[in-house]
């Protein structure tokens, strides 16, 4: 790598990512910032697009990719699929993007964020459903990533908990808490990554 210039990340996938780059820009918590704190050593980028499934994002992420030639990504996708495709194909579907990210396009590293639990919005109480479909892809796709030299699963381990202080009311998405726990968590998803790039 020419020290000269800087790796690039992109953290690409649905309603998460584009609500934390908005607090970010909001700056909603002093602690965090939009370069993760890494402006050094990589630039980062982030692009979510809510209620979009896995398939319909491959197109949007193909195409960024091709337009901003990061050197890996992180995908947070998946969690929009439930309800009418099973985890399997869903895993399938993304294993299939992790693939064409790298042999296609020539991306160094992939990282899949496996899929946060999610709080019923009326009882507060664990959404069981989602949940165990969730635990299911989130085990296929360390299964499937687990031998792959050019990927990796990234588990979100302070978000897993269902810890009612990290989640809005809804119980969805994440609550200024919670959103600094994911930032965090990102930041070291791109600390993992980074020696693939020396």
Known sequence: MNNSVRPKALIIGHSFVRCLKDDLLRNFDSRASLDFGLDRSMEVLLLGVGKLR???LRRI???KVRDLSPDAVLLEIGTNDFGS???EIVGSDIHDIVEYL???????????????PRR??????PAAGFNLLALKLN???????????????????????LDRAILMPVGVH???HGQ????????GALLRALPSWS
């Open 180 to 187: 600094y726990k994911l930032y965090r968590s990102y930041r």
């Open 61 to 63: 992420i193909s195409q």
């Open 85 to 87: 495709i099973s985890p």
């Open 102 to 116: 790298h042999f296609s396009l020539g991306l160094k590293m992939v990282s899949v964020c496996l899929v946060i």
């Open 174 to 176: 994440l609550n200024p």
């Open 120 to 125: 019923v919005r009326e009882s507060g109480l």
């Open 139 to 161: 085990q296929y796709l360390s299964v499937l990533l687990d031998v792959t030299p050019f990927a990796f699963v990234w588990h979100h381990e302070e978000l897993e908990a």
């Open 54 to 56: 896995v398939t319909q």
